[in-house]
Structures are given as structure tokens and as C-alpha cells.
């Protein structure tokens, strides 16, 4: 069975400070891709990256980093020099190939303050 | 461009009413799922589909009912409404192969009274 886990259920940091966002994973399969989505206060979902469990080179894209650590089973989120525009809840999910449906973690809810 | 709707966005039914939420994508995705968003759960799978025909249930599937006649639809149905059922709920559609992300709908924010 999948399970996905985000211990922290908010987080509430000041602009411009760093910011780590945890994910530990639990999966049977050894193919498996795990995702990152934030949800701002609007509402959708908007997808973020995709980590492929055979990739472990770790990925930066502006601010935002994602470190895989297979070894802890952890796919974390920093986001660097944080701004008010990142205030939203953030998911971490997880797809094997005996189920393609996502398994959601219960997001984490970060707050910016300006 | 693509994309994929839910509607309505908001509805309020009564206890015991059948509600009917759609769901239409036109990316041409063969797999369509619906989740339901509370407080603390994150999101849960309902029920998913993985092509014409084809429908599965997902871990909170009491009470509510999908059926995939075509490509580009997956209604979900609520048999008699609950409470229990008061929720956001989510529509998402992917391409075939697991490593895909999924595409989700705006969301419909269902009260049950």
C-alpha cells in the first residue's frame, strides 16, 4: 500500500527567509514517481514537478529545490528567499505503476509574512 | 486549448437528495479520477477510471457511484447525500502512463444541509 506523509501541518515564516517542506513516502514498488502541487488561496491545483524513482539527481527551478533521498524515502521542497506569492497549502503525492492514481500526503499549509 | 471543467462550482442539496457533479475533459486523457478535499486529509480517491468502461473504486467510495461512457466524461454520482459528503471535490485527468502528473478541474464545493 502507498502512503505519503507531511508531518508539518503549517508552517509560517517571514519574507525572504528559506523554507523546507518535508515528504516521507511508503511504497512496495521500486518504480514509483512522486509529485509536488501547490494549492493557493484560489483554489486549483497547479502541478509543480515529477521525480521519477530511478532519478535521484536532485532538481532546482528558480527558488524552488527538491531534494531525493531514496535512502529515507524523503522527497523535500525548500523554497529560497520566500515570498508573500507562496502562501498556499503544498501536497506531495505518489504514482507506482500498480496504481497511477495519486496518493495524496495531507499538505502543508505555508504562510508568508510580509 | 485543453483543459477540464467541473460543474457546478458550488451546489447545496439536502439530506437523502441524489446530486449529480460533472466532470469533462478534453485533453483526451484515458484516465479520470474524482478526490474529495477536507480538512486535514489532504486528498482521497474516490473512485477512478482508467478508460471507457473501465471503473474502479478508490478508498472513500461509500455512497458514491461513476460511470465512463465516453472519453471526455466522468460524472460522479451521490447516491442519497450525507453530511458526511459536505467536501470539495476534485476532478483530475492524466495520459495513460503513471509517471504523468495529473490535470485538475476548479473544484466543486458541495454542502449538504
Known amino acids: 500500500a502507498q502512503k505519503v506523509t507531511q508531518a508539518q501541518t503549517e508552517i509560517s515564516v517571514v519574507e525572504k527567509e528559506d523554507v523546507t517542506l518535508d515528504c516521507v513516502y511508503e511504497t512496495r514498488d521500486t518504480t514509483y514517481y512522486l509529485f509536488w502541487y501547490k494549492q493557493p488561496p484560489s483554489g486549483e491545483l497547479v502541478f509543480l514537478i515529477r521525480r521519477n524513482s530511478f532519478d535521484e539527481q536532485n532538481e532546482i527551478s528558480g527558488r524552488y529545490s527538491w531534494n531525493f533521498q531514496k535512502s529515507t524515502s524523503s522527497f523535500n521542497f525548500t523554497i529560497t528567499a520566500s515570498q508573500v506569492v507562496d502562501s498556499a497549502v503544498y501536497f506531495c503525492?505518489?504514482?507506482?505503476?500498480?496504481?497511477?492514481?495519486?496518493?495524496f500526503g495531507s499538505g502543508t499549509r505555508l504562510q508568508v509574512q510580509p | 486549448d485543453a483543459e477540464i471543467t467541473q460543474s457546478p462550482r458550488h451546489k447545496i442539496t439536502e439530506t437523502g437528495r441524489q446530486v449529480t457533479l460533472a466532470c469533462h475533459q478534453t485533453?483526451?486523457?484515458?484516465?479520470m479520477f474524482w478526490y474529495r478535499q477536507d480538512l486535514g486529509h489532504g486528498l482521497r480517491l474516490i473512485h477512478y477510471?482508467?478508460?471507457?468502461?473501465?471503473?474502479n473504486k478508490g478508498e472513500v467510495s461509500d455512497g458514491y457511484s461513476v460511470s465512463r461512457s465516453n472519453t471526455e466524461d466522468l460524472p460522479l454520482t451521490l447516491e442519497s447525500a450525507a453530511s458526511s459528503q459536505t467536501s470539495v471535490y476534485f476532478c483530475a485527468s492524466s495520459e495513460s502512463q503513471p509517471n504523468t502528473e495529473a490535470f485538475f478541474g476548479q473544484g466543486t464545493r458541495l454542502t449538504v444541509v
Open positions: 485533453w483526451n486523457h484515458n484516465n
Open positions: 503525492a505518489l504514482s507506482d505503476t500498480g496504481r497511477r492514481a495519486l496518493t
Open positions: 477510471s482508467y478508460g471507457v468502461q473501465d471503473t
